[in-house]
Every structure is written in C-alpha cells, then in structure tokens.
C-alpha cells in the first residue's frame, strides 16, 4: 500500500515549457486534491475532484489545468510555464465524508523551479 | 469563507521545553479541526484531528491540541519536545458536515529544537 505518489519528484522548466505532474493513490479514495505551497503563505487549493470524471477550480487555479480520467489518478498540467509558478506541489486524497468525517492524506510532493 | 490564523511564524525551543503552538480560525459554525506536521524534506502527516466531543484531543507522539468554542481556538501543545520535534505544524479547518468542504490551511509555524 503505497498510499499517495507523485512524479516527478523534481523538475526545472523554463518560462513557457509545459509540464504535466502525475498523483496516485491506491486507497480507493473519491476524493482528490492539488496544492501548491509557497513560503509564509501555508498550503493554497488549486484544483480537486470529487470524483472521477469530475474537476473544480480552487483558490488559485489560473495556469494550472487538471484531469481525473481514472479514479486512482489526478493529473495537473502547467500550459505554459511562468517563474510565479515556482512552487513545491503537493497532492492529496481522501474518503467523502457521509455525515461524518474524513482527513487529507498526502503526497511526498514535486518541486518545481521556473526560469 | 474560513480562515485560519497561526501567530508564531517561527518557534526555537530547547529540548525538553513545552511547546504551545497557536491557532484561531474563523467562521461561524461548526468546524472540523486538524494539526498536520511536515517534518523536513517530507510531505504532511496528521497529527490530530477534532471532530465531536471531548475538547482535548490526544495525537501522536505525545502531542495535543484545546477546542475552545469560544474563543475559536485550536492550539498545539506538548510537554517535552524532542530534537526529532524540528518540523513545520499547520492547522486547517474545514467546515463540519457531508458533502465536500475545502480544507483551509494557516500559514505555518517552523518549530526547531535545539539539543
């Protein structure tokens, strides 16, 4: 039971390239979740998906798209990559919750350098 | 839209010292409450969660965390820090309740412990 992957573990693009980060989890769960976190400013939602087939933008989606072709998979894609997207990106899944509650279980993260 | 505030953006204690950590969150109705730890170079593992009842929760490695309701606060406490205590601690909030509610992120508190 891996739990939540993530590759790459590292990449460096230049400005414009384009990038697709690839998350897995093999906890059956509904729930999927992109983040990006920043110094100082904590973990920022930038898309998830409650289910296969299905994705919503969070607080900071511009420049990132998303796919969940496959329940176990949520991939994020960087169109055209800019130096504001420098970031360590991190992946997160969980249960829906049914009245009662559920928590985040996360992946070992991608770090991400623009030039 | 909740929001979570952690005051202590950088803590340095010394091995054996009592941690408190803050956290205060808003919103007006019933939350659900979460400590996560990112120890260095690693992704985010939970620590303890709130959900219902007792207001003191236990978590692991000898960590707890104080619901005060009425002062919407959710604070971080352990008696005894240990050298392997050096991590980064967030607390989140969503809000209580079925269905899928975005999970709100403080800022952070980098926590190091000195031997």
Not at chain 1, 26 to 29: A, I, K, L
């Given at each position: 039971n891996a739990g939540v992957t993530q590759t790459p573990k590292f990449r460096v693009l230049k400005t414009g390239q384009s990038m697709t980060l690839l998350c897995a989890q093999?906890?059956?769960?509904e729930y999927m979740y992109w983040y990006r976190q920043d110094p100082g400013m904590g973990l920022r939602l930038i898309h998830y998906s409650v289910g296969e087939g299905t994705t919503a933008k969070g607080e900071v989606p511009d420049g990132y798209n998303v796919s969940r072709l496959k329940k176990q998979n949520f991939l994020l894609g960087l169109e055209s990559a800019a130096p504001s997207q420098t970031s360590v990106y991190f992946c997160a899944s969980s249960y829906p919750r049914t009245g009662g509650t559920y928590e985040q279980y996360f992946g070992p993260g991608t770090r991400l350098t623009v030039t | 839209a909740q929001s979570v505030s952690q005051h202590n953006h950088h803590v340095i204690l010394s091995e054996a010292a009592s941690l408190e950590l803050g956290c205060n969150y808003s919103y007006g109705g019933t939350v659900n409450l979460f400590w996560y730890v990112q120890y260095p170079g690693q992704h985010l593992q939970l620590l303890l969660k709130y959900f219902s009842g007792d207001p003191l929760v236990k978590g692991i490695k000898g960590f707890e965390a104080e619901f005060i309701k009425s002062k919407f606060s959710f604070n971080l406490r352990k008696p005894s820090v240990q050298w392997s205590d050096t991590a980064e601690y967030f607390c989140a909030v969503n809000a209580a309740g079925t269905g899928f509610q975005k999970l709100v992120f403080g800022t952070g508190t980098r926590l190091l412990v000195s031997p």
């Open positions: 093999d906890m059956n769960h | -």
